[in-house]
């Protein structure tokens, strides 16, 4: 059965090592869902963090492989109940919005976001949550013809438990 698995792999951060990471998922044809890089709590190390649908065959298949990568310290995978992530977003929206009571409440009050820009024309507004609460709200202003641009981030993740095994092996 085909599921949402999250693949974090601990590496030196060097050059190509991402591609050798994303070509696991290549060779397989796996469309990634979601890609975040970023450095981790050691320095020298980062975090690479890849959502992608798939079955557990597969998805162990891959993380036994880039076990093997040269750089990569430390690879597993996870379900989404096993880690604390969220996404951000940002909504470029018109300022028509603010005319209207009711909408301008939902995606200024109710909706946990916040501006980070104002202008003459438009909103620049900054949301963090699931990717299906981030969907539902870009669904909502689209379908009142206010979004006019969108971008999303990758998931930020932490685990729920304590994993000093990266310290061990880095150390």
């Known amino acids: 059965m085909n599921r949402e698995y999250i693949v ?30 970023s450095e981790s709590f050691v320095k020298g190390i980062s975090t690479i963090v890849i959502s ?9 298949r891959i993380v036994n492989q880039l ?13 989404q109940e096993d880690l604390i992530y969220k996404e951000m977003a940002l909504y470029k929206i018109s300022a028509d919005i603010l005319s209207d009571k009711s909408d301008s409440d939902y995606i200024l009050n109710r909706s ?17 949550g699931s990717r299906y609460e981030l969907e539902k709200m870009k669904e909502k202003l689209e379908s009142k013809k206010f979004l006019a641009g969108y971008s999303r981030s990758g998931n930020a993740i932490l685990h729920r438990e304590q994993d000093k095994s990266i310290l061990l092996k880095v150390s």
């Open 52 to 60: 992608a649908i798939t079955s557990a065959d597969t998805i162990e």
């Open 67 to 79: 076990g093997n990568v040269i750089d990569v310290l430390q690879v597993d995978y996870y379900h």
């Open 112 to 128: 946990n976001s916040r501006i980070i820009e104002m202008g003459k024309e438009f909103l620049i507004i900054e949301k963090s």
């Open 8 to 37: 974090v792999a601990f590496v030196n951060n060097q050059i190509s090592v991402l591609n050798r990471i994303t070509s696991a998922y290549l060779k397989r044809e796996i469309n990634i869902e979601s890609l975040n890089v």
